[in-house]
């Protein structure tokens, strides 16, 4: 471990006020009681893990981190503050969802040094937002989003989704334009996925779903839209403005280590990944328990190091892969990349490789190509 | 060498009816080994024989028995190959004994190998007994089967040994009855050398071993001997006669005795199966009679799956064809798949032993097209040619027409059974000429089927719709013409020489549906769609297509995602699968197979 490399701090807050009907994410509802107990077993955890590395990026997501006090946010970045070396200019963000906000919670996240904030939109109409499960109108949302900018919050991202039951370009454009109007510095834009265990999952075939075309379409459209708008699309589903990517979320994509904090929160560190325990009552018992631990040898290593690498618009550098494996990625992956290149999913130039416009729709093909 | 102490024979019987089993006792009873020393096995010595059951190259083994009657004879026991593949082969062994054991199954008495071995050791003038094997099964029926013996067969078997090879049961009574029933070789040992070579192996230190039995005369280290119809003359280095997988080296071998000799031969080649060997300078007046040079029945293309591998492919079958006579092959190359070979080999089962040597021994990963006898192309200009490769048939308007290589079938089944054989049979273009009734239970049907019919899974057909109740037997019985076509199959539009293939014109339609349905489930989806197509000349006569791939990609994956994640993208992984690049579309290496399994529901 190299003590002076940096490394990301997740802190996962498991509630929600309500499950929306396509998230498959560790989160549930709770009393406040529940919520109170969860913050100190997670300060007990914070206290317990040595960590001396200087910490770049702290996030707090979800679940919903909104739908808890905002004091026990505050809590638990005090405690973080304590315990670990955080940059002073380190990226603090907190995820929030509309329907969750009160009057004192901006103020609150920013005196706590929270500079970044998230905020689940999903859609502009009100419609899809409630066929989503979401339990804000676009209006609350509006206002959340105004309440943060008088708050002095200047990096907020916006989630929008594509690919929902009954979107057309017509209702993705309004949605987009809603969106870059306010001129947010990041936007997530996720293309609807049904993961087993959600109740979308289960109505899947009465949803009026976009076949494999309309799908990409509405993907194509939504990334015209907004690198037409001064967004750079850095990664598969993100768009930042200049400067403004998500420097937590890029360190899942370079390979840097990252600490999870929190009910079922993942850690790399030191090539070993586990997961934190993920039943709540265990986790409130023994907020230190690991499960799934797995040590990454460098099969899985140069795995990932390819296919999270890749999900990034400007790809992986191969002086980086050389450094980190001591030896040309062409002596794993000549074969692979020489394939990938003829079929157009590739690019090779300037000593990076990365995905075509091709290559991202054929991206899971792509990435398991590099599975060794 | 007194002849009167000699016995040569051999043991014949349907497969897995316990002969290696037998051939095991006898060595162990004799005395030869110690019961440690002994493998399963032992003349089955390499290790795929083991595996599969089954004896590929017939050896030999010399044993001493000491007889009730206080003398000591000489065991000469060579055994012989199972399979119809190998039926020359298995003339060539007879023709060197005296006798033969007919060891019969006490269960399922007389199946269709047994009779063909029969009839072939009585050609062979052998006189036969009988011994009823695995008296200890529960089903077994010892007496009713000896009556089938003597019912089917006409011979005596009343008195047959009634054992159990497993068990170790009776073999004394086959040891006595083998010194009583075999002849004692009547050869001149003062007549010019007359001796049948009816095997060769390749060793890397001594060259070729002939093994010999000899009829007359005599032979010694520094003999010059000929063989006569391949005409090589050399001097012999070493005679000897065989331990249970040893040599054992020996002054002279004379008129009677088994053994071998070595000279410095650099291929086996030279030493082929069923030729005479003689004295250089006093030749014997005229060859034993027999000899057949070995045809090859079926041929097909074998690739190196890279290409590279061309050279290493070449010296592998190289040094098999110095262990193996019956193997020939020439270059060849094919638009698809590059340089390789077109092999001949005996049989559908001789194909398979080699291509997994040339696998497993000499570390090769190949591409093997689908198998085809060797069909004749008669051509408008009068002129015939042997069509080993379906890609070389001429025009169809060079072509008068065309015969292919028919068989003589003989199929045993029980009762039950009968129907379903015979619909096969039917399916198969069979033309039915007899069928008797063995016994009450069981009838024997000859049938005249086209080779392309059987070559390739007739053998599993036959198996299945008879629940293993049927063997079969065939001999080729010449060239019939018939009504046959080339069934091209065109990937992505491309023509793909190595998956064309000769069929009957009638089920031109029916196969060319299953091959496209079969290449369908191998060939893995591509960035585009892609379209199968089975042509005959240039009519598309069926037609499947592999859809393109699903675009497809992960929306979100961050550090918690990136283990459930990963597990997802294997799952969407192409297994590891070998690969052909044709045009632009892959595909796996086994996909040239197809054709053989186009009958699998």
């Given amino acids: ?372 | 060498m007194d002849q009167s102490k000699i016995r040569n024979f051999c043991i014949i019987a349907h497969i897995d009816h316990g002969k290696s089993t037998l051939a095991d006792r006898i060595i162990e009873q004799t005395g030869l080994l110690t019961s440690r020393e002994m493998q399963a096995q032992v003349l089955d010595n390499m290790d795929l024989e083991r595996e599969r059951g089954i004896t590929i190259k017939s050896q030999a083994v010399r044993t001493v028995y000491r007889a009730k009657n206080g003398e000591e004879y000489i065991f000469n026991l060579i055994d012989t190959p199972g399979h119809v593949d190998f039926n020359y082969e298995v003339s060539r062994s007879l023709a060197a004994c005296d006798g033969a054991i007919l060891v019969v199954d006490a269960a399922q008495g007389i199946e269709a190998q047994t009779l063909a071995n029969v009839y072939l050791a009585l050609d062979h003038d052998l006189d036969v007994f009988p011994v009823i094997n695995k008296i200890d099964l529960p089903s077994a029926e010892p007496d009713r089967v000896a009556a089938e013996i003597e019912d089917v067969i006409g011979i005596e078997a009343q008195d047959a040994p009634r054992i159990s090879a497993k068990m170790g049961i009776g073999i004394d009574e086959v040891l006595e009855q083998i010194v009583a029933k075999v002849p004692a070789p009547k050869g001149d040992p003062d007549a010019p050398l007359k001796a049948l070579i009816f095997d060769s192996i390749y060793d890397s230190y001594k060259g070729v071993i002939v093994f010999c039995r000899l009829m007359d005369g005599r032979v010694r280290k520094g003999s010059s001997v000929k063989m006569m119809a391949t005409g090589a003359v050399c001097e012999v280095v070493e005679v000897g006669t065989f331990g249970a997988g040893v040599f054992i080296p020996c002054e002279e071998l004379s008129a009677g005795m088994v053994g071998y000799l070595t000279a410095s031969i650099k291929n086996v080649r030279d030493t082929a199966v069923g030729d005479t060997v003689t004295d250089a300078e006093h030749p014997c007046k005229e060859a034993l009679p027999g000899y057949k040079k070995v045809q090859s029945m079926v041929f097909c293309g074998v690739y190196p799956a890279d290409g590279a591998k061309y050279p290493d492919l070449r010296d592998a079958l190289e040094k098999l064809q110095l262990n193996d006579a019956s193997l020939n092959y020439e270059p060849e190359t094919s638009v698809a798949l590059g340089f390789g070979f077109r092999c001949g080999f005996l049989g559908l089962l001789h194909l398979e032993v080699v291509q997994e040597r040339l696998e497993r021994e000499y570390n090769l990963d190949l591409v093997t097209t689908a198998p085809s006898v060797v069909y004749k192309v008669h051509k408008t200009d009068g002129t015939v040619i042997d069509l080993t490769n379906p890609t070389n048939l001429p025009d169809p308007s060079e072509i008068e027409y065309m015969e292919e290589p028919v068989v003589s079938a003989e199929i045993m089944v029980t009762k039950d059974f009968v129907g379903p054989i015979m619909e096969l049979c039917q399916e198969r273009r069979g033309r039915y000429i007899s069928m008797e009734y063995m016994e009450e239970t069981r009838a024997l049907l000859k049938y005249e089927l086209p080779l392309n019919e059987i070559i390739y899974d007739f053998f599993d057909a036959l198996k299945s719709r008879s629940r293993g109740y049927a063997s079969f037997d065939y001999d080729m019985k010449g060239y019939e013409r018939s009504d046959l076509v080339k069934l091209d199959i065109l990937i992505n539009h491309e023509e793909v020489d190595a998956l064309s293939f000769i069929v009957h014109a009638a089920s031109a339609y029916e196969r060319g549906r299953k091959m496209c349905e079969k290449l369908k489930e191998e060939i893995p989806r591509h960035l585009f769609e892609i379209p199968i197509q089975a042509a005959v000349g240039s009519k598309i006569i069926a037609r499947e297509t592999v859809k393109a791939m699903r675009k497809d990609v992960l929306a979100k994956c961050y550090g918690g995602d990136i283990t459930r994640k990963k597990k997802l993208l294997e799952k969407q992984k192409e297994g590891k699968k070998r690969m052909r690049q044709i045009g632009n579309v892959e595909i796996p290496q086994k996909a040239f197979m197809s054709v053989l399994k186009l009958d699998e529901s």
């Fill in chain 1, 1 to 372: 471990m190299n003590p002076s490399e940096q490394i990301g701090v997740y802190v996962h807050i498991p509630f929600c006020v309500r499950k929306c009907a396509y998230c498959d994410f560790l989160s549930f509802p709770a009393d406040v009681k529940t919520q109170e107990d969860y913050v100190n077993a997670l300060c007990k955890q914070i206290d317990a893990t040595e960590e001396k590395r200087p910490v770049a990026s702290v996030y707090i997501g979800g679940g919903t981190p909104s739908a808890i006090e905002p004091k026990w946010i505050d809590k638990i970045l005090c405690k973080l503050h304590g315990d670990y070396r955080i940059d002073p200019d380190a990226e603090i963000t907190i995820e929030v969802n509309p329907g969750t906000l009160g009057d004192s919670h901006f103020a609150v996240y920013k005196s706590a040094g929270i500079n970044r904030l998230s905020i689940g939109l999903q859609s502009a109409h009100d419609d899809e937002l409630h066929l989503l499960g979401r339990i804000h109108t676009y209006s609350d949302f509006l206002r959340t989003f105004q309440e943060a900018r008088n708050a002095g919050f200047e990096n907020i991202n916006v989630d929008l989704m594509t690919a929902l039951p009954g979107q057309d370009a017509g209702k993705l454009r309004h949605s987009l334009n809603c969106v870059t109007d306010l001129e947010p510095e990041h936007i997530s834009a996720y293309s609807l996925i049904l993961e087993e265990g959600t109740p979308f999952y289960a109505q899947r075939k009465d949803l009026d779903l976009p076949d494999e075309k309309k799908e990409r379409a509405l993907y194509y459209l939504m990334r015209d839209h907004l690198t037409a708008h001064g967004y750079t699309h850095y990664e598969i589903s993100n768009f930042a403005k200049d400067g403004h990517e998500s420097r937590h979320n890029c360190s899942y994509w370079t390979g840097q280590d990252y600490l999870g904090l929190g009910l079922g929160a993942s850690s790399l560190l030191s090539n070993v990944r586990y997961r934190n325990e993920t039943d709540l009552k265990s986790y409130l018992q023994d907020p230190c328990a690991r499960e799934a631990e797995e040590v990454l040898g460098e099969k899985e290593r140069m795995e990932e190091f390819m296919f999270l690498g890749l999900r990034m618009l400007r790809g992986i550098r191969e002086q980086d892969f050389e450094h980190a494996f001591h030896k040309p990625v062409d002596s794993v992956y000549g074969k692979v990349i020489g394939k990938l290149f003829e079929q157009g999913l590739i690019r090779r130039e300037n000593g990076r490789i990365f995905l075509t416009d091709s290559g991202i729709d054929y991206g899971n093909h792509v990435f398991s190509c590099f599975l060794l």
